[in-house]
């Protein structure tokens, strides 16, 4: 049986082109799968939904022989009309929300990656930074790409940069950001 998020994005001409591109693998998203704890509430759960997030699909870059970083994530996103700032727009705020999700999920794809090579990326990253500029609004309901691409990694800073784009390739809304890396503590209260 087919993937319902995969048989969405499969139906939209667009978005079917980058599927299938043999360049890039379909990946589980992690923040969309139930967790025993609380993390990934806001994105598995409230956001999850005909009329906020309907579909999300997520794909990386598949990596040149030899190399193990991963250094772009796509995610394909279908938005309902839940999440709106102004009419059939978007948020600002859950736009930047969306970004900094995908650039998690290009975060927690090299980790699980390295961890069985025991690298040092091994440990959980935060977001330090976002800065985030807005371009043209983010009309809903919509289909979009949000690409997430490493520019740099140096010891434990990880220098980003993301973008929501239209289905003509457009960029909307962009946005850089700094993760470090941190100790990982489970089970604690902040």
């Known amino acids: 049986m087919a993937d319902p998020q995969e048989a969405h994005f499969n139906s939209i001409p667009w978005c079917s082109k980058l599927v299938n591109d043999s360049n890039f693998i379909i990946t589980g998203t992690r923040s969309r799968q139930p967790k025993s704890r609380?993390?990934?509430i806001l994105i598995f759960k409230t956001l999850n939904s005909n009329e906020t997030i309907k579909a999300f699909l997520s794909l990386y870059k598949r990596?040149?022989?030899?190399?193990?970083?991963i250094e772009e994530v796509r995610v394909l996103v279908t938005l309902g009309t839940e999440m709106n700032g102004g009419p059939y727009m978007l948020h600002g705020g859950i736009a930047a929300t969306l970004m900094d999700e995908v650039l998690s999920i290009l975060m927690t794809i090299?980790?699980?990656t390295h961890q069985a090579e025991e690298h040092p990326s091994s440990t959980s990253a935060v977001t330090a930074r976002l800065d985030v500029r807005y371009f043209r609004p983010v009309s809903t309901p919509g289909t979009y790409l949000v690409v997430a691409r490493c520019r740099e990694r140096v010891g434990k800073k990880f220098i980003l940069e993301v973008e929501i784009r239209?289905?003509?390739?457009?960029?909307l809304v962009?946005?850089?950001s700094v993760w470090i890396r941190v100790p990982r503590i489970y089970g604690s209260k902040l």
Do not use: I, L, Q
């Not at 990596?63 to 970083?69: H, K, R």
């Not at 239209?166 to 960029?171: F, N, P, S, T």
């Open 110 to 112: 090299n980790n699980e």
């Open 174 to 176: 962009k946005a850089d």
């Open 38 to 40: 609380t993390e990934d």
């Open 166 to 171: 239209d289905g003509d390739g457009a960029v």
């Open 63 to 69: 990596p040149p022989p030899g190399e193990f970083w």
